[in-house]
Nanobody, 115 residues
Framework: QVQLVESGGGLVQPGGSLRLSCAASGTLFSIYVLGWYRRAPGKQRELVATITSSSSVNYAASVKGRFTVSRDNTKNSVYLQMNSLKPEDTAVYYC?????????WGQGTQVTVSS
């Protein structure tokens, strides 16, 4: 069993930055594929970024070059550094930990990009 708790969301102006954190409880954290997803108002949840156990990363085209995902297995944590934020990045951001047959989700953290 893994429990995930996101933090770091908030209100930021366009062009600003935020760093999201996701802390996990439980064991075997290092073997999980970790991901960040988001759900904007009126839209389906979409992938933002993933990072594997070997730290291979993948990004949605809409955030590539602006967002950076990283993990620290010693702290059971995954991070999302978001730079050059745009109003269209406004969403609830969720972290996910997955391995074959199992997926765990956090409760989400709101990110609002507005002037």
């Amino acid at each position: 069993q893994v429990q995930l708790v996101e933090s770091g969301g908030g209100l930021v102006q366009p062009g600003g930055s935020l760093r999201l954190s996701c802390a996990a409880s439980g064991t075997l954290f290092s073997i999980y594929v970790l991901g960040w997803y988001r759900r904007a108002p009126g839209k389906q949840r979409e992938l933002v970024a993933t990072i594997t156990s070997s730290s291979s990363v993948n990004y949605a085209a809409s955030v590539k070059g602006r967002f950076t995902v990283s993990r620290d297995n010693t702290k059971n944590s995954v991070y999302l550094q978001m730079n050059s934020l745009k109003p269209e990045d406004t969403a609830v951001y969720y972290c996910k930990a997955g391995r074959p047959g199992l997926n765990y989700w956090g409760q989400g953290t709101q990110v609002t990009v507005s002037s």
